[in-house]
């Protein structure tokens, strides 16, 4: 039996089954401090004789398999989990070894393996939600530089000095279109902002700017585009707009609808891509 865990900013999904897309149990929990957020997985673990794990966590964490601190989250990106090993806290409970890659690296595996991204063997899986963040396949399997990449962080024009949420930097990707960038911007979520809102065109072109760096850069067969601020699915045909507007036509792009998708797994991509890392018993498949 397989188990697959999606760790995110806000909460965690927890799965087991016999393969990828034969889920036979799963369950949320909150995603708190590190001690009761680990109980609470184990708890759902601890009833099932597992094979194999496979983790997708936020990060950064260190992806090393060499170094000391594999699995340990580098940064303070959700207040008290600086440091903690997530590696070792689920091997505190399991006597098997683990596999563990990034959110989105994940959930661009699941959309590949079973998703939008089958037969494309370059893609890029974007989440646009409580923050931004991007995974990348190239020739079919996770890329991993010396640390892994950190889409969200790519600095973005600001000529209108827009606040940024990021608590690194002011002019980023994430700090100024993310959901919470919204919110800060527009005093409102973005589920209560109504297709009308004059502030969605303004965050089309944001991401529209994200994602021509990503063309320029990489070059992807696919963009694949989820996360709750893409529950919005005006924003696809408006971002796609920009995008074709600020790319004008440099290189081709033969077809902007087969280039930006949504995920096809909606919100299983995650879940379903770390069964598959864990059925792999890699972290570099
Ligand atoms: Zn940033």
Redesign the pocket.
């Known amino acids: 039996m397989i188990g697959g865990a999606e760790l995110g900013g806000t909460k965690c999904v927890l799965a087991v089954g016999n393969s990828p897309l034969e889920i036979l149990d799963r369950c949320t929990v909150p995603t708190s401090d590190p001690v009761s957020t680990f109980e609470k997985i184990h708890n759902f673990f601890s009833s099932y004789q597992l094979d194999s794990l496979g983790v997708g966590s936020f990060g950064p964490i260190i992806l090393d398999r060499k170094s000391v601190d594999y699995g340990m989250i580098y940064s303070e990106s959700k207040k008290g989990w600086k440091g903690i090993n997530i590696c070792q806290m689920f091997k505190d409970k399991l006597k098997f070894d683990i596999a563990i890659d990034t959110d989105v690296n994940v959930a661009g595996l699941g959309e590949f393996q079973y998703g939008a991204g089958k037969y494309s063997n370059n893609l890029v899986y974007l989440t646009i939600g409580t923050g931004i963040g991007g995974g990348l396949l190239v020739n079919g399997k996770i890329h991993h530089g010396i640390f892994h990449l950190e889409m ?2 790519i600095p973005m024009p600001n000529p209108e000095s827009f606040d940024s949420v ?1 608590r ?2 002011d002019n ?1 990707w ?2 100024l279109a993310s959901g919470p960038a919204l919110e800060l911007r527009y005093g409102m979520a973005p589920s209560d902002m109504v297709e009308s809102h004059m502030g969605w065109d303004e965050e089309a072109k944001l991401i529209a700017l994200g994602v021509i760096s990503i063309i320029a850069n990489h070059s992807p067969e696919k963009i694949i585009i989820g996360g709750g601020v893409m529950r919005q699915k005006h924003l696809y045909s408006k971002i796609k707009k920009h995008v074709l507007n600020l790319w004008n036509d440099y290189t081709p792009i033969i077809n902007i609808d087969d280039l930006i998708v949504e995920p096809k797994l909606g919100n299983d991509s995650g879940i379903i891509g770390s069964m598959i890392l864990g059925n792999s018993g890699s972290a570099s498949i």
């Open positions: 969200g962080h990021c690194v930097h980023c994430d700090g």
